[in-house]
């Protein structure tokens, strides 16, 4: 887990809650989308300071395990909640990941913090109907929940080489800018100045 320092007097937390798509896998942590984002705010005048508590490997299970921690630990304004990737790769029941993303999503707005869901497809290794059920799992949490939804985090870059890293799963350093320009505009509606 890459925490940054503790917040300054009147700065808001932002907490980033994924796997190794937020948690710059391969790379130098200041390359990350998350580290940029950080840049972002602070060049656009947002008080906010992020906290990036992503796992490389981590699964929605292991992340409900860690996240009232987290929210105790950080008290955020803002989640972006960013897992499934993992669940998705080992063929994870979609039943299983839905209901441990929806208890996330609950005790993040029980916390009193706005939700981004940043949703991930996978692969079709496992068939075309648990690909689709992978997929409208996001959809589906962030209509029930009333959270707003990014499809798919990696729109643009997962199916393009120059943005990818050799094992095509993770954004290379070139990709990162990419990553964040996809949650930019669903995430600022979320921000205060």
């Excluded at 656009?44 to 796992?55: D, F, I, K, R, T």
């Amino acid at each position: 887990m890459t925490c940054s320092a503790a917040a300054a007097p009147g700065e808001r937390t932002l907490l980033v809650f994924g796997d190794s798509l937020s948690a710059a896998y391969g790379l130098r942590a200041e390359q990350g989308w998350v580290t940029q984002l950080q840049q972002r705010l602070a060049s656009e005048g947002y008080g906010y300071h992020v906290v990036n508590a992503s796992v490389s490997g981590e699964t929605t299970s292991g992340g409900r395990n860690r996240l009232e921690r987290a929210l105790a630990q950080h008290r955020p304004v803002v989640v972006l909640l960013e897992l499934g990737a993992n669940d998705g790769l080992r063929g994870l029941p979609v039943k299983d990941s839905q209901a441990n993303l929806r208890a996330m999503l609950e005790m993040s707005q029980a916390a009193g913090a706005k939700v981004l869901l940043l949703g991930i497809r996978i692969p079709p290794n496992y068939g075309p109907q648990y690909t689709r059920a992978f997929e409208a799992m996001y959809t589906s949490l962030a209509a029930e929940r009333k959270v707003p939804l990014l499809p798919f985090l990696l729109e643009g870059i997962a199916l393009d080489s120059r943005y990818m890293q050799a094992d095509g799963l993770h954004p290379n350093a070139a990709g990162q800018p990419r990553v964040l320009a996809n949650v930019w505009p669903q995430l600022k509606p979320l921000l205060e100045r």
